[in-house]
């Protein structure tokens, strides 16, 4: 049966799509610097994108583990967007004055600080982030924010994303509430993290190559790390929103209506 759809409702969707449909990280930092990023990707190392995408895939699983074991509150509270920011901007000014070689240290800290943050946004929106499902929908806002146009291969869609990860989101949660995190080498877990570092390391490449472009030093580290950390908070309030939509009309209802809205 059909629901109709609340005004407020269908305003909450236009600006869900605005979010998620945000220009690239990359253009906003580009335009930021005032030269594009391509400078600094020339200066990273030539294992780089080896090397970032196992140092991605360690963050995001050290990242959920943090979820798992810490984010159990789900009294909805507003999101503390500026009190993460700060925290990103904390991380960045050090990192940044190390350059890339501080990747593997600042990652997984700012990949914490930003998962507490999406998580905040989730609770916000109403959803329970004691519940593994909400959890892993946090993990999968990582995913929502790869969009390169240097890969073809990513250049998905929204809808396209979740669909892709769907099955092994469902395997992944299957597998920790029957045996916990105690096997992190199982292939639930692999495929999962797998998938989303694949993603996630594009725009981690981008900002790490952007704190390279000469003239940038130590405090615009802070700067473009606080630019990550609002692009994905952007990415996860039009997620959680869509998702708290999807309670009241259903997925495809919801997924019809972003589909043909035009922004």
Not at 77 to 96: E, I, P, W
Request: a positive charge; one cysteine or more.
């Amino acid at each position: 049966m059909n629901v109709e759809w609340k005004q407020s409702d269908l305003e909450d969707l236009w600006v869900a799509k605005r979010q998620l449909e945000y220009p690239s990280l990359t253009a906003r930092i580009s335009a930021l610097l005032g030269k594009p990023i391509e400078i600094g990707l020339k200066l990273l190392p030539g294992n780089w994108n080896k090397k970032i995408r196992e140092i991605t895939q360690a963050a995001l699983l050290k990242g959920l583990e943090f979820a798992v074991l810490t984010i159990g509150n789900k009294e909805v509270k507003k999101s503390n967007d500026l009190l993460h920011r700060a925290l990103a901007f904390g991380s960045g000014t050090a990192g940044g004055a190390f350059g890339a070689l501080s990747a593997a240290i600042e990652l997984p800290i700012s990949t914490c600080i930003m998962l507490r943050s999406i998580a905040n946004i989730a609770r916000s929106e109403g959803h329970d982030i004691a519940r593994l499902e909400t959890k892993f929908a946090c993990l999968e806002v990582f995913a929502l924010g790869g969009k390169s146009k240097k890969d073809d291969t990513f250049e998905e869609g929204y809808w396209a994303v979740r669909s892709a990860l769907a099955k092994e989101i469902s395997d992944a949660i299957k597998h920790i509430a029957e045996k916990g995190l105690s096997q992190k080498s199982a292939p639930p877990l692999v495929r999962l993290i797998t998938s989303i570092a694949a993603r996630f390391s594009i725009v981690v490449t981008e900002e790490t190559a952007a704190k390279l472009v000469p003239a940038v030093g130590a405090v615009s580290g802070g700067v473009i790390n606080v630019m990550f950390m609002s692009h994905f908070q952007e990415m996860a309030k039009g997620h959680f929103s869509i998702k708290r939509l999807e309670k009241r009309y259903g997925l495809e209802a919801v997924r019809q209506k972003y589909e043909v809205m035009e922004i």
